[in-house]
Every structure is written in structure tokens, then in C-alpha cells.
């Protein structure tokens, strides 16, 4: 069973960054069937998606333009695990913070949504 | 980017009758491999998003059988056969087919 296990600090000051890590059990971070996506839920409720990282022969990063010149989303092969790291925060980066596996079944060649979720990193942006 | 749109944004349901939930895309979401790239995920209280459908009609593995999605062009259209109350909670779309992802603003379901 595939599981996504989330870790990082609640709290986070101002023009600081925020890490979140995303522990992958039962797949393996470099798949080449899966994407490692990151998505964060403002307090009103809205998902935003804000990268991801895959392997496909190499690794490959895609991130959304509102947060592509503060985002990092890295793989750590050795620890099985994906981090996100978002520099120079402000209040409007408050937020849970989801990691999601998207999946392509190697058996029809299609994607397949995404389907494992973490449980979610609540991270509060303070002044 | 793509803009995804919801309606309702909440829904009063009854156990034992039907629902449904419409979303619509800004552009076409089919892919060239000729399927739609539209998921529907709900998230219940107190937790993280789950996938319902895939591909615009899709079951996700373990879904139960009373939720099914369709496709109209850009319209996409989740229904609840007879409505559960473990079903409460808020539905999204997401479009699939482009990055930036983009999610629909949410229906919330809950029981009247």
C-alpha cells in the first residue's frame, strides 16, 4: 500500500522559507510511472497546485508561474522522499500543504489521476 | 491557464436520492491520446482530497459504484446515484491535461 508521509515545521517567519518533506513508502520516488506533485489549500478552501517533480530518463521539474521563482520541489532518491521548499514567505503562503502522487499505468499508458495523498503540513506564515 | 468552474458551489442532499455536481472547463481538456484529462476528487472534513474519477469517467480504485462521471465537450457532470452520508464533504474538479493544474472552486454537499 502506497503511503505519503508528511513532515515540516507548523510556523514559519515572514521572508523566511517554508520545507515541507513528503516520505514515499510503497513506490519509489524515481518511477516512471508516477509524478510528485504539490498543491497547497488556502484557509478559504481553494487548492492551488504548485509543482511537480518526475523522473522519465532524467528528472524533469514543472511549477506554477504564481511561485516559480521561490519554489523548489527536490527528490532525494537516497531517503525515498520529495521536499518542497517555498523562499521569502508572506502571509498569503499560509496555507496546508498536500503532496499527491499523479500516476500513469504503465499497462494502458494512461494517467490515472492522483491517487495517494499525504495527510497535509498545516504551515502558518507569522510577522 | 486553464479555468475550471463549478455549480453549485453547495448542494442540500437527501440519503437515498440522487445528486449532481457540473463542471466546465474554459477550453478542451481532451489530450491527443483522445481522453479527457479531468479528475474528480472529494475531500470529506478533516481530510485530505481523494480521488473519485479519473479521465473524466473513470472510477477510481475502490470507488463505490453510485458515483459516475460523464462528459459533454467542456462540461463534465459527477453523479451520486442515492447519496450516502459518508458522501458530505467538498467536491473539486481539476483539469489534468496542462500545468499549471487547476482545480474548480469546490461543491460542498451536505445533508438537508
Known amino acids: 500500500q502506497i503511503q505519503l508521509q508528511q513532515s515540516g515545521p507548523g510556523l514559519v517567519k515572514a521572508s523566511q522559507t517554508l520545507s515541507v518533506t513528503c516520505a514515499i513508502s510503497g513506490d519509489s520516488v524515481s518511477s516512471s510511472s508516477a509524478a510528485w506533485n504539490w498543491i497547497r489549500q488556502s484557509p478559504s478552501g481553494g487548492l492551488e497546485w504548485l509543482g511537480r517533480?518526475?523522473?522519465?530518463?532524467?528528472?524533469?521539474?514543472e511549477y506554477a508561474e504564481s511561485v516559480k521563482s521561490r519554489v523548489n520541489i527536490k527528490p532525494d532518491t537516497s531517503k525515498n522522499q520529495v521536499s518542497l521548499q517555498l523562499n521569502s514567505v508572506t502571509a498569503e503562503d499560509t496555507a496546508v500543504y498536500y503532496c499527491a502522487r499523479g500516476y500513469d499505468d504503465s499497462r494502458d499508458s494512461l494517467y490515472h489521476g492522483m491517487d495517494v495523498w499525504g495527510q497535509g503540513t498545516t504551515v502558518t506564515v507569522s510577522s | 491557464d486553464i479555468v475550471m468552474t463549478q455549480s453549485p458551489l453547495s448542494l442540500p442532499v437527501t440519503p437515498g436520492e440522487p445528486a449532481s455536481i457540473s463542471c466546465r472547463s474554459s477550453q478542451s481538456l481532451v489530450h491527443r491520446n483522445g481522453y479527457n484529462y479531468l479528475d474528480w476528487y472529494l475531500q470529506k472534513p478533516g481530510q485530505s482530497p481523494q480521488l473519485l474519477i479519473y479521465l473524466g469517467s473513470n472510477r477510481a480504485s475502490g470507488v463505490p459504484d453510485r458515483f459516475s462521471g460523464s462528459i459533454s465537450g467542456t462540461d463534465f457532470t459527477l453523479k451520486i446515484s442515492r447519496v450516502e452520508a459518508e458522501d458530505v464533504g467538498v467536491y473539486f474538479c481539476m483539469e489534468a491535461l496542462q500545468t499549471p493544474f487547476t482545480f474548480g472552486p469546490g461543491t460542498k454537499v451536505d445533508i438537508k
Open positions: 517533480a518526475f523522473y522519465r530518463s532524467r528528472w524533469y521539474n
